[in-house]
């Protein structure tokens, strides 16, 4: 029997005196309500009413019995209000200062779509890591090696000045003996200051001949994209970026630099199951090519599995 249908009914038909009236309140028929009275009164082994004509009237047993019922009742219904609320909170998510704008806005606007109120938090790769660890959100996106990564990004470098079809090497920054004058240089953004990145770049550095300067941390994003507007310089990022800055992106000449990106919750965490469905939405907000982007096979499942022994990874 519906033992929580059962004592909803007994609780509503005391409140009004009477299975019609007490019926309506349950919202079920008076027939519903009268067996479902009889069934609480089978299971009970003894009568909680007396029935009169236009009354229900409690029985000494029926008094000492609703409390109790009540009591069920209303745990249910803080149960259900408690899931009800917990729908509603936001779903903190810590993402890379590089999703746009409007690339947060439809990622948002799909989450809704699946019942997930997302709350995205653009943090640097460190601090995402850290946010995570200390249980302040959810769920973040964290920088990895691509061997590791679910959403792969693949970067070049951004001109103000088109620089024609092909590669851009980073060997033609190197300054000759007789050459005068400030070197160009190629700016990192801070979602770039991390060991997979910025070494293999820095090694490629040394070995061509740059000076240390020449490759250049800036300390957010609008600073590097105005260095390379104002002054012959480079930017390494993604195309999708490159396009959001009105810059002309090319492939580097000697190697392809990867962004990565995984998924992962807090410890003993999980994302909504409905959040595995926006694995393409993802990618895109994360600049992940097109083609990667539409692997049906990618989504946010992979990164989440192994979260709660693996903790933020790195």
Known sequence: MDLLGACRAFVSVSDHNGFTDGAAAAGVSQPVASRRVA???????????????????LTSFGREMLPHARRLVEDADGLLDEAAAAHRRPWRLAVPDICTTSGLARLIAAARGLGIALEPRTEPPAR???????GRVQAALLAVPAAEAVWPVALGLAAAEDPGEGYLHVETLRLGRTERGPARRVWLQPEDDVPH??????????????????????????????EVHAAPDLLLCSAAQARALGLHWRPMGEFTPLRGYVLRTAAHGSPPPALTRLGVRIGRCLGADDDGAEDPSRDATTPTTDTANEGVGA
Not at 41 to 57: D, H, I, M, S, W
Not at 128 to 134: F, I
Not at 198 to 217: E, S, T
Request: hydrophobic share 55%.
């Open 197 to 226: 990145v910025r070494d293999p770049l820095a090694r490629l550095r040394d070995a061509v001949g740059l000076r240390p300067a020449q490759l250049a941390m800036a300390k957010d994003l609008t600073s590097a994209a105005a």
């Open 39 to 57: 069934a609480l009164e089978e299971l009970l082994g003894a009568r909680l009413f007396e029935r009169t004509v236009r009354r229900a009237v």
């Open 128 to 134: 995402r890591a850290e946010l995570l660890l200390a």
